[in-house]
Nanobody, 124 residues
């Protein structure tokens, strides 16, 4: 079964750091874009950071200079290093990825997957 599994969330004081991980499990043939989103209850999900297949990275203005996205293609994993955390960063963080994987179909194609989410809480 193909899935994205996030880890690393938790409770931290303002100014602290956390590192989120998202590992793609199952038989993965190719990973494309990998993205971190976050969502606060009652609000729309927003893009936090993205690492594109060609190596480009993008960040939301609110996290530039504080968060760093990276990936390890050998481990099918994407990371989000979060420094100088603020209470406003409190949210559920979701991993999203495009990949071609063994999904049980005869001819696997590129599909989009979501992780289950991990809670990040920053106290003031």
């Amino acid at each position: 079964q193909v899935q994205l599994v996030e880890s690393g969330g938790g409770l931290v004081q303002a100014g602290g750091s956390l590192r989120l991980s998202c590992a793609a499990s199952g038989r993965i043939y190719k990973l494309y874009d990998m993205v971190w989103y976050r969502q606060v209850a009652g609000k729309e999900r927003e893009l936090v950071a993205a690492t594109l297949n060609g190596g480009t990275t993008n960040y939301a203005d609110s996290v530039k200079g504080r968060f760093t996205i990276s990936r390890d293609n050998a481990k099918n994993t994407v990371y989000l290093q979060m420094n100088s955390l603020r209470p406003g960063d409190t949210a559920v963080y979701y991993c999203n990825a495009d990949m071609t994987a063994d999904d049980g179909s005869l001819f696997p194609t590129r599909k989009n997957y979501w992780g289950q989410g991990t809670q990040v809480t920053v106290s003031s």
